[in-house]
C-alpha cells in the first residue's frame, strides 16, 4: 500500500497474476486523490420509488443516509429500494444507527454473546429517526458482509421490509483491537452477533424472502479486441471513479439489472396491495 500511494498524477504500474487465467498482466495507472461516498446513488428509479445505494458503513454513513432519506421524502417519496449488495460492511454502530431508521422504538436489530457473559449487549431501536412506514426492499448478495448483513436480518426478523436477492456473505464475528506497547495492535474476534430471532449466520449468511440470481448481460458491443482484459477492466473502474468522485448519484445513471427490476416490480405489487387491503 506504501509503494502504491504518492502524490496525485504521477504514473505508478501494478504487476497482477491472475489464477484463472495463468498469466501476469502489468498495467499502468495514474495516481489521484480518491473520495470515498459511502451512499453512491440516492434518487428515483421510478415514479416515487426511491434507489439507494450503500457501499460502506464509515462513520459518517448514518448522516449521509438521513440526508438522502429526508431529501427524498420531501420529493414525494412513497417507496425505498435499499441496495446492500457487494457492500462489504464496516462499524457495527452506524448498522444499528442506519437498521433503526426504519424500525419502531424498541425493535432489536442485533444482539451480541460473547464468551464472558457480562459482556453480552442488545441492541434496540430508539425511535428517534423513524422514517414512515413505506414499502421496503433491501437488496442483497454473496458480497454483503457483517454490518450489511445486520441491516437485512433487523429489516427482514422484524418484518419491517423484505430482503431480495441471494444468500448473503455470513460474517457474524465483532472484532476488537488490542494495542501494544511497540505501537502496533492485534485484532481479534471477541464476540459473535446474532439477528434479532436469535440466528447465527456465521458461515450460513441471511436467505432473503426472495431469491433472485443475478443475471450476467454479455456483450462484445465497443470492445476493443487489440486490449487487454486488464486494461480494459481498469479503464472501466478509472471511469467509474472519476464519475463518482463528485459524490452520489450526479452523473452516472442507474444501471438496471434483472434483481433491480424484481425489486421494482415486487415494491408496485405491494403498493397496489396496500392500496387495496381492507
Same mark, same amino acid.
Given at each position: 500500500?506504501?509503494?502504491?500511494?504518492?502524490?496525485?498524477?504521477?504514473?505508478?504500474?501494478?504487476?497482477?497474476?491472475?489464477?484463472?487465467?495463468?498469466?501476469?498482466?502489468?498495467?499502468?495507472?495514474?495516481?489521484?486523490?480518491?473520495?470515498?461516498?459511502?451512499?453512491?446513488?440516492?434518487?428515483?428509479?421510478?415514479?416515487?420509488?426511491?434507489?439507494?445505494?450503500?457501499?460502506?458503513?464509515?462513520?459518517?454513513?448514518?448522516?449521509?443516509?438521513?440526508?438522502?432519506?429526508?431529501?427524498?421524502?420531501?420529493?414525494?417519496?412513497?417507496?425505498?429500494?435499499?441496495?446492500?449488495?457487494?457492500?462489504?460492511?464496516?462499524?457495527?454502530?452506524?448498522?444499528?444507527?442506519?437498521?433503526?431508521?426504519?424500525?419502531?422504538?424498541?425493535?432489536?436489530?442485533?444482539?451480541?454473546?460473547?464468551?464472558?457473559?457480562?459482556?453480552?449487549?442488545?441492541?434496540?431501536?430508539?425511535?428517534?429517526?423513524?422514517?414512515?412506514?413505506?414499502?421496503? +426492499? @433491501? *437488496?442483497? %448478495?454473496?458480497?454483503?458482509?457483517?454490518? /450489511?448483513? #445486520?441491516? &437485512?436480518?433487523?429489516?427482514?426478523?422484524?418484518?419491517?421490509?423484505?430482503?431480495?436477492?441471494?444468500?448473503?456473505?455470513?460474517?457474524?464475528?465483532?472484532?476488537?483491537?488490542?494495542?501494544?506497547?511497540?505501537?502496533?495492535?492485534?485484532?481479534?474476534?471477541?464476540?459473535?452477533?446474532?439477528?434479532?430471532?436469535?440466528?447465527?449466520?456465521?458461515?450460513?449468511?441471511?436467505?432473503?424472502?426472495?431469491?433472485?440470481?443475478?443475471?450476467?448481460?454479455?456483450?462484445?458491443?465497443?470492445?476493443?479486441?487489440?486490449?487487454?482484459?486488464?486494461?480494459?477492466?481498469?479503464?472501466?473502474?478509472?471511469?467509474?471513479?472519476?464519475?463518482?468522485?463528485?459524490?452520489?448519484?450526479?452523473?452516472?445513471? +442507474? @444501471? *438496471?439489472? %434483472?434483481?433491480?427490476?424484481?425489486?421494482? /416490480?415486487? #415494491?408496485? &405489487?405491494?403498493?397496489?396491495?396496500?392500496?387495496?387491503?381492507?
Amino acid at each position: 500500500i506504501k509503494k502504491l500511494r504518492g502524490k496525485a498524477g504521477t504514473p505508478v504500474k501494478l504487476t497482477i497474476w491472475r489464477d484463472k487465467e495463468e498469466k501476469i498482466l502489468d498495467v499502468a495507472i495514474k495516481r489521484a486523490i480518491i473520495k470515498l461516498h459511502s451512499i453512491k446513488k440516492s434518487e428515483f428509479i421510478e415514479g416515487k420509488i426511491g434507489y439507494i445505494r450503500l457501499v460502506e458503513f464509515q462513520e459518517n454513513t448514518p448522516k449521509d443516509l438521513e440526508e438522502a432519506l429526508v431529501k427524498l421524502e420531501s420529493q414525494g417519496l412513497d417507496a425505498l429500494i435499499l441496495d446492500l449488495r457487494y457492500n462489504p460492511g464496516g462499524l457495527l454502530d452506524c448498522a444499528v444507527d442506519v437498521s433503526e431508521k426504519f424500525l419502531t422504538k424498541d425493535k432489536v436489530i442485533v444482539s451480541i454473546k460473547s464468551r464472558d457473559p457480562a459482556q453480552n449487549m442488545v441492541f434496540k431501536s430508539s425511535g428517534k429517526f423513524l422514517h414512515p412506514d413505506y414499502p421496503l +426492499i @433491501v *437488496m442483497v %448478495n454473496e458480497g454483503s458482509a457483517s454490518a /450489511s448483513e #445486520i441491516v &437485512a436480518g433487523a429489516v427482514q426478523d422484524n418484518k419491517r421490509g423484505i430482503v431480495l436477492g441471494t444468500k448473503t456473505f455470513g460474517k457474524a464475528s465483532v472484532q476488537s483491537v488490542i494495542s501494544l506497547k511497540d505501537g502496533s495492535a492485534l485484532r481479534i474476534t471477541s464476540a459473535l452477533y446474532y439477528t434479532p430471532s436469535g440466528k447465527l449466520i456465521k458461515g450460513l449468511g441471511i436467505i432473503p424472502d426472495v431469491v433472485v440470481e443475478r443475471e450476467e448481460i454479455k456483450t462484445s458491443e465497443n470492445k476493443d479486441e487489440n486490449k487487454s482484459e486488464g486494461e480494459d477492466i481498469f479503464e472501466k473502474a478509472e471511469a467509474k471513479s472519476s464519475k463518482s468522485v463528485n459524490g452520489p448519484g450526479k452523473e452516472e445513471k +442507474i @444501471v *438496471m439489472d %434483472n434483481q433491480l427490476n424484481m425489486a421494482v /416490480s415486487l #415494491i408496485k &405489487a405491494m403498493k397496489i396491495y396496500k392500496s387495496v387491503k381492507p
